[in-house]
């Protein structure tokens, strides 16, 4: 019952209000629409206004697809392919030109790989910053005979694994070019007779060594310090890495050192351990692997459900409907729509001070007092048009005791029937004068 008292009493006080045009609208007098353009027209509207940022978008990419093709230049030392001075695109050339093929290795398993495949071949070996672990050197050593190693200024693990007669003894000190020597037992070092003095110095009781370290052979130390060594394995290392080196590869007798060393087979393995040789310990479980093998299909079966929930929520019912402009709705539609709203929200405070509100300004007007008149004066003219008593009059209009549908409801009413007995008073009044105004026109 309390439900639909209050779209019905916004009903009647609008349907009042509404005047005749507002009540329905014929399709002739229906104003026209704007016309809607077409997609074609559309499109290139929109081309028109965009055309800049494709200009742009089109500079941008010619600027920066040819920085993006470009590949980054290999800056390792030694690297077989860099031309920077620390690379070895000389060495590997000259090597080349003598008929022997060089083949570069990235990684480890690529290097024993081509090892495997090359029998005869020398390995060169250069790990400037040590990132082969120990395992990787046991694996080196274990499948890279002692003959066929060539190491370029090897450190302290290289050693241990790959020359284990062979130890370090500090940095050769900037000067003159270190000469063979007497008592070089290696054919590539006298016929080589000099080499720069930089890089790495090793001793060992037991190799062939060329190029003495001035300052190492006085004192107690028994075994001086050389630039080259060959171990009794065949083993050779080179402190030496500016023989390799593109800015110092022709320097003193480093040719002769690099075609002897790396020159007797057909082909060299050039290694250089990089970033991907370093062992990266198993940390902590992930997330991922710490979930159940059920939730990884589940998730993907809930990603589709969700496609195809938003597919078939957001489809769209055939094409737009174009409606003329302005749209006229009737006043008793939006009454409606509004009192079912305050009706869903339990607004009925809010409600009952639209009625009062409407009820204030309609007996406003039919009184004649303007839409400036106070409470007061609306009470006053209401009730003496009314007879009836000023503060019953008063209490109809006060609404701040609505708190429920059921007060609504009888304030709704009560607001209702005084307008009834304000209309029904001023219609009995004009009919009294009208009535009065023709007697006294038919008196002789």
Not at 67 to 95: E, K
Not at 101 to 120: F, G, R
Not at 354 to 381: F, Q, Y
Request: aromatic share 4%; net charge negative.
């Amino acid at each position: 019952m309390t439900t639909s008292a209050t779209p019905t009493a916004a009903t009647q006080r609008s349907d009042r209000t509404a005047s005749p045009s507002q009540g329905s609208t014929s399709p002739a007098s229906t104003p026209p629409g704007p016309a809607v353009p077409g997609t074609g027209q559309a499109l290139s509207r929109w081309l028109r206004k965009a055309w800049i940022w494709f200009v742009l978008a089109a500079l941008l990419l010619l600027v920066a697809l040819p920085s993006m093709l470009r590949q980054s230049p290999d800056t390792r030392q030694l690297s077989p392919s860099s031309p920077a001075p620390n690379g070895g695109q000389a060495v590997v050339r000259v090597i080349q030109a003598q008929g022997i093929t060089v083949h570069p290795a990235e990684s480890l398993e690529e290097a024993l790989a081509l090892a495997d495949e090359h029998p005869q071949a020398p390995v060169l070996f250069h790990d400037a910053a040590d990132h082969l672990p120990e395992t990787g050197l046991d694996r080196l050593a274990e499948e890279v005979a002692p003959e066929r190693r060539v190491l370029v200024e090897p450190g302290f693990q290289a050693l241990g694994a790959l020359a284990p007669a062979v130890s370090q003894a500090g940095q050769v000190p900037d000067g003159d070019p270190l000469a063979s020597g007497e008592g070089c037992g290696l054919p590539m070092g006298r016929e080589a007779q000099s080499i720069e003095a930089s890089g790495r110095a090793y001793r060992s009781a037991e190799a062939q060594v060329c190029f003495p370290v001035p300052g190492t052979d006085s004192g107690s130390t028994t075994d001086p310090a050389h630039a080259v060594l060959e171990t009794a394995d065949g083993t050779v290392v080179i402190g030496q890495v500016g023989v390799f080196a593109n800015e110092s590869a022709d320097a003193e007798g480093h040719p002769v050192l690099t075609l002897w060393s790396l020159g007797q087979s057909s082909d060299v393995v050039w290694y250089l351990p990089d970033l991907a040789d370093v062992a990266i310990e198993p940390g902590p479980p992930t997330m991922d692997q710490l979930l159940p093998d059920w939730v990884r299909p589940a998730g993907i079966w809930l990603i589709l459900c969700l496609a195809v929930l938003m597919l078939w929520r957001g489809r769209r019912h055939g094409p737009l409907a174009v409606e003329p402009l302005p749209v006229i709705v009737p006043a008793s539609e939006t009454a409606v729509g509004r009192a079912r709203l305050y009706e869903r929200s339990g607004q009925h405070g809010s409600a009952a001070r639209a009625l009062r509100s409407a009820t204030l300004l309609r007996l406003s007007r039919g009184l004649r007092l303007g839409h400036g008149a106070s409470v007061e004066a609306v009470v006053t003219a209401a009730a003496r048009t009314t007879g009836r008593d000023p503060l019953q009059v008063a209490a109809v209009l006060d609404v701040s005791h609505v708190t429920t549908a059921r007060d609504l409801v009888s304030a709704g009413r009560a607001l209702l029937d005084l307008e009834d007995a304000v209309h029904e008073a001023l219609t009995t009044d004009h009919a009294a004068a009208e009535q009065a105004s023709d007697s006294d026109g038919r008196t002789p």
